[in-house]
C-alpha cells in the first residue's frame, strides 16, 4: 500500500477484488457446509418440521433484509414499502403455480424443479416492473415524503389484493404447491447477498453510495441520480418479489393479511439492526430476528415484551446497529489469524460497508 | 468557450437571477464577484445542469447545454466544485477522488490522480482517511481535486475561500493559478472580491441577479464603485 501512487492502487484494486468476490462466496460454502452437517448430525428427520421451517424463513428473512439495505442502507432511500414488493411476487408466483397445469411429459417432481425457478422469477420480475413504475415518480421525493409514498404504495397493494377476483380478496389463495425446500430457500438466499455484494462492490454500487452520501455532489460528478435511484429500486424490488414467492410456497397459503404495513416495518427493523448499509448486518439480523420469538418461546406470554425490550435495549446501546457499516470478509480473517501467530497486526480502520474501493 | 445569453432563472415565484449575459473565453479565469445572494452560485449550478433556466441559453461552443441533464455536461467537460465543498463524508479521500473521475472508463484517470496529489501532497498523506475527517481547507483541496478527476475544459468553482483562513486562501488561490496555467480554463464566483480579482483576467459584477459592472479584473480593481463596495477601501 506504500508504494508508489499508480502500482501501489492498482495493487490494492486487485487485493479488493479478490476479497469482495471471495466474501460471498466463502459465506456460501460455510452455509452450505453447516447445514448440511447440522441436518446429517441432528438426523434429518427428527429436525426437519419445526426446524426447517424458521430456517426456510430466516433465508427468505434474508433475501427481503439484504434487498432492503440496497435501498434503504447503500443508496439512502427510505423505503419502507418492502411488503408490497414482497406481496406482488407472491401473488404473481402463487397464482402461476396453481394455472401452470399437470407437464404430461415429465413426472410430476421433475415438472416441480422446473417450475418452481420460473415462477419465481417471473414473480420477481412483476415486482421489479411494479419497483419500476412506483419508482419513477416517486424517487423525486426525499427522505420523510418517499416513506410516506412507498408506506402508501404497499397499502395500495394490499387493498388491490383484498378486492380483486383473481386474488380472492380475503380469503387468499389456499393449497398452493409447497415448493419451498429448505434447499431452495438457501440457494435463493445465497444468490441474493451475492449479487447484491456484487452490485455494491461495483462501480454501480459506488454510484448508489455517493447519492446515499450527497445526492447534489453525486450530481455534479456526472452520476444519473434518478437511474441509479431508479435502479436500486428496482433490484430491491425483484428480491422481495422472488422472497415473497418463496413465501407463499412455503406456506402454502397468502392473504393480504401477511404483507401489511408490519411486515414492511418487520424487515425494515432487520435492516437497522444489522446496521444500514451494511450486508453481513442485514444477513445476521435476519437470522436473529427470525430465531428470537422461538428461543424465547419459553417465556409464554411474556415473550413479545422480552423481544421488543431487546430492541428497544439495542437501539439506545448501538444506534448504528450491530454492525453500522461495517463488513464481515475475508480481511477480517487475515487479521484474526495474524494476531494468533503472533505476527504485528496493524490497526485496520473499520470497514464502511458499500464503499467500493481499496481501503 | 461558454457563452450565457440572457438567461434567466427562477426559483419558484422568486425570480434569482434577471436576464444575464457574459462569456468565458479559452484559457482564462473569469470571476462572478457579488454579496450574499446576488445569484452567484445560482448561475453556476445553472451552467452545470442542477438547475433549468427559464429563459435564454448557454452555448458551450456553439452547442446549447441548457437543457441537458447534470451528467450530460459533465461529459461535454464542465466540472463543478459546489458551494461548501460537498464532500463524500463517510468514503475516504481516494474514493472521493475517484468519484470524480466517475464517468471515465478503465485507467485513464490515474493520470489525473497522481498530477491531484502533485497539487495537494496533503491529499496522498490522507488517501485512505474518510473525507469527513478532514479539516476544512483540507477538504476544500479534495472538493477541487474531486473536481479536477473529471479532466474538465472548464471547472467551476463556487466560493473556494469560504470559511478559511486567510494563509490558506492564498494557498488554495495560488494553486487555482496553477491549475489555470495547466489549461483549465476557470469560471470562478467569490465574495472575496479582493482575492478573485487578483488571479482572474475578467470579471463581472453582480447584484440582485443583473450583471451592473463588466471589464477586465485590472480595471475592476480600479473601479471606485468597487473598490468602496467590494474591496472595502
Known sequence: METQTTTGLEKAKAVEKWRTHLFPAGLAILILLNILIFMEHLGFSIVSRYYKGILILAFINIILAVSLNLINGITGLFSIGHAGFMAVGAYVSALLSLNMGRWEFVSPQVQAVIQFPLVLLAGGLAAALAGLVIGIPTLRLRGDYLAIATLGFGEIIRVVALNLNITRGARGIASIPNYTSLWWAQLFAVVTVVIIWNIVHSNHGRAMVAIREDEIAAEAMGINTTYYKVLSFTIGAFFAGVAGGLLAHHLTFISPKAFDVLKSIEILLMVVLGGLGSITGSVIAAIVLTALPEVLRFLQAYRMVIYAGTLVVLMIFRPQGLFGRAEVDLTVFKSFFRSRTGEEVTSRPEKRGGNGGSA | ?233
Open chain 2, 1 to 233: 468557450m461558454l457563452t450565457v445569453e440572457n438567461l434567466h432563472v427562477y426559483y419558484g415565484a422568486i425570480h434569482a437571477i434577471q436576464g444575464i449575459s457574459f462569456s468565458v473565453r479559452q484559457g482564462e479565469i473569469v470571476t462572478l464577484i457579488g454579496a450574499n445572494g446576488a445569484g452567484k452560485s445560482t448561475i453556476l449550478k445553472t451552467i452545470s445542469g442542477l438547475l433549468q433556466p427559464r429563459e435564454g441559453k448557454i452555448l458551450l461552443e456553439g452547442e446549447e447545454i441548457s437543457t441537458l441533464a447534470p451528467h450530460q455536461i459533465v461529459a461535454r467537460g464542465i466540472s463543478q466544485v459546489p458551494e461548501g465543498r460537498r464532500v463524500f463524508p463517510e468514503l475516504s479521500v481516494l474514493e472521493n477522488l475517484e468519484l470524480g473521475a466517475y464517468q471515465r472508463k478503465g485507467k485513464e484517470h490515474l493520470k489525473e490522480l497522481e498530477w491531484v496529489f502533485e497539487l495537494f501532497p496533503r491529499l496522498e498523506e490522507r488517501k485512505n482517511q474518510p473525507a469527513g475527517t478532514l479539516s476544512g481547507g483540507e477538504q476544500q483541496m479534495l472538493a477541487i481535486g474531486r473536481g479536477l478527476m473529471a479532466k474538465p475544459r472548464l471547472l467551476l468553482l463556487d466560493e473556494p475561500s469560504m470559511g478559511l483562513a486567510p494563509l490558506l486562501v492564498k494557498e488554495i488561490f495560488a494553486i487555482i493559478q496553477e491549475i489555470n496555467a495547466a489549461g483549465t480554463t476557470i469560471l470562478l464566483v467569490e465574495q472575496n472580491a479582493h482575492m478573485a480579482l487578483s488571479i482572474a483576467q475578467t470579471g463581472y459584477v453582480l447584484e440582485t441577479g443583473e450583471i451592473v459592472l463588466s471589464g477586465s479584473a485590472a480595471e475592476l480593481v480600479r473601479n471606485e464603485e468597487v473598490r468602496k463596495a467590494y474591496l472595502g477601501l
